[in-house]
């Protein structure tokens, strides 16, 4: 194999492209790259890298991506509760348990009719949860830990 081709299978040459500079990365499919259109929606990157994705169950992430995808600028939604529940197929119940855990993070206010996205807290999850086990001056059980990332406490 020459110094020009890659294969993709090889570890290697994963490495050499994730390296390469954003500029000289090409598309694979140039004919289809995506246009901004009007609306925009947009989930920060910090989400990610921050700790607040994996954090989240699965009905509140689909959530936060939906409101993300449907907001105006200011983070505002106006999609009904029936509207929501038929399109990401969520019963009520699930909707108010995904809604309630991310009003309880303080990624989402909800008035009871009108959807607003937060920008993110300073603090990621992580950092939250330290600061607040360092102010109590106690630690957390392992069984606690796992009954919070498994979403059952």
Same mark, same amino acid.
């Given at each position: +194999? ?15 492209? +994730? ?39 699965? @009905? ?39 809604? @309630? ?9 909800? @008035? ?42």
């Amino acid at each position: +194999m020459s110094r020009t081709s890659l294969d993709f299978r090889a570890p290697s040459a994963w490495l050499v492209t +994730m390296k390469a500079p954003l500029a000289r990365r090409q598309p694979l499919r140039p004919d289809r790259l995506r246009p901004l259109e009007r609306p925009f929606g947009w989930i920060p990157f910090r989400f990610l890298k921050s700790g607040w994705l994996p954090r989240l169950g699965r @009905d509140a992430k689909l959530l936060y991506f939906f409101l993300c995808l449907v907001a105006d600028g200011r983070g505002i939604s106006f999609y009904g509760d029936a509207r929501i529940e038929h399109l990401l197929a969520l019963s009520a119940g699930e909707l108010v348990q995904a809604r @309630d855990e991310l009003t309880a993070l303080d990624l989402l206010a909800f @008035d009871g009719r009108v959807y607003q996205v937060l920008s993110l807290p300073p603090a990621s999850p992580v950092a939250q949860r330290q600061a607040s086990c360092s102010r109590r001056g106690d630690y957390e059980s392992v069984g606690h830990i796992l009954q919070r990332l498994l979403g059952t406490e």
